[in-house]
């Protein structure tokens, strides 16, 4: 995950050399945004197959399937909740270097404002 911007940052002329810190926690924040979007289209698909089982043939097994989904995606929601918290303090903030990039976390922050 971390690897793309391990490159950015040593490529000379790259954006992330040149901006302020706050690019970088952009940056960052922006790669963990982006390695949770296959977790959810997977959990779509699942609950995608789910419902067509269901309408198909519905049986007392799908609702076990249920129960794990929903524990994962609980599970999912925890772990991603505090993210939402520093983006939150980090868009708020009234110090220079958190300021210069509240466009780039506004964005980050309505994405996992909207996936909650």
Same mark, same amino acid.
């Given at each position: 995950?971390?690897? =793309?911007? !391990?490159?950015? $940052?040593? #490529?000379?002329?790259?954006?992330? *050399? ?39 043939? =519905?049986? !007392?097994?799908? $609702?076990? #399937?249920?129960?794990?989904?929903? *524990? ?45």
């Amino acid at each position: 995950m971390w690897d =793309p911007i !391990r490159q950015r $940052i040593q #490529s000379k002329g790259s954006r992330l *050399r040149s901006n302020d810190a706050s690019f970088l926690v952009y940056a960052l924040m922006d790669a963990i945004v982006d390695h949770c979007f296959p977790i959810l289209e997977h959990y779509g698909d699942l609950l995608e197959d789910l419902e067509d089982d269901v309408l198909a043939n =519905p049986q !007392r097994t799908i $609702i076990t #399937s249920i129960h794990k989904i929903k *524990r994962d995606l609980l599970m999912m929601r925890r772990a991603a909740w505090p993210m939402r918290e520093v983006i939150s303090f980090y868009t708020e903030s009234r110090m220079n270097a958190w300021v210069t990039s509240r466009g780039y976390t506004c964005a980050i922050f309505t994405i996992i404002s909207f996936r909650s």
